[in-house]
């Protein structure tokens, strides 16, 4: 059995102090929806997450699938809020972004150089830039489109193996962790 995730997080820096206002901000929002509730049967191989579905998870996917029911009681359906700055990877699903404005592959830097500017940017905190070479447009790679590519920042917010999230809701969390934000969707 495979499983998927699905990570919103923030990519601008935040001092310790304003992360942990995000967090609190993030699980306010989460709680007060009913989407999550403190995890009470936490288990490092069944429930690893801090937070479960809650009643109100309903509201937070497109549309309820036929098999809702069962992914509120099944292994790993949980929500974590990290607040350390990290990498989100897709792991099976990694592919390059493309441009935003002319849909071309990020240049060859990208995919040539992958460990140098990722671990630059982990290491120093320096979100590389990547010039588009159809189009001539840059922008730094979390502006780049694709939800199956790295980022790295913080806080994040992980749905592990959740149906599809609603854009509205998508849109919320974005909204709280504030700054610019990215989506990474892996699967595993």
């Known amino acids: 059995m495979s499983e998927h995730s699905v990570i919103v997080v923030r990519l601008d820096s935040a001092s310790s102090a304003e992360r942990e206002e995000v967090i609190a901000g993030v699980q306010d929002l989460l709680l007060a929806r009913g989407v999550i509730l403190p995890n009470d049967r936490r288990d490092a191989l069944w429930q690893p997450s801090a937070w479960k579905p809650g009643p109100g998870a309903r509201t937070a996917v497109v549309e309820p699938v036929d098999w809702f029911d069962a992914f509120l009681d099944t292994a790993n359906s949980g929500v974590d809020i990290y607040g350390d700055r990290d990498v989100y990877h897709p792991v099976e699903n990694d ?3 493309r441009c935003p404005h002319c849909a071309a592959g990020v240049p060859a830097a990208y995919t040539d150089s992958y460990g140098d500017w990722l671990e630059e940017w982990l290491a120093l905190g320096r979100e590389p830039v990547f010039a588009c070479d159809r189009c001539g447009w840059s ?3 979390g502006d780049w489109t694709g939800q199956f590519s790295v980022l790295i920042g913080a806080p994040a917010v992980t749905f592990h193996n959740w149906p599809p999230l609603s ?3 998508t849109t919320d969390i974005r909204a709280a962790l504030g700054g610019r934000t ?4 892996s699967h595993w």
Do not use: D, S
């Open 95 to 97: 592919e390059a972004p």
């Open 182 to 185: 990215g989506i990474v969707a």
């Open 167 to 169: 854009p509205a809701f």
């Open 139 to 141: 922008g730094l790679v």
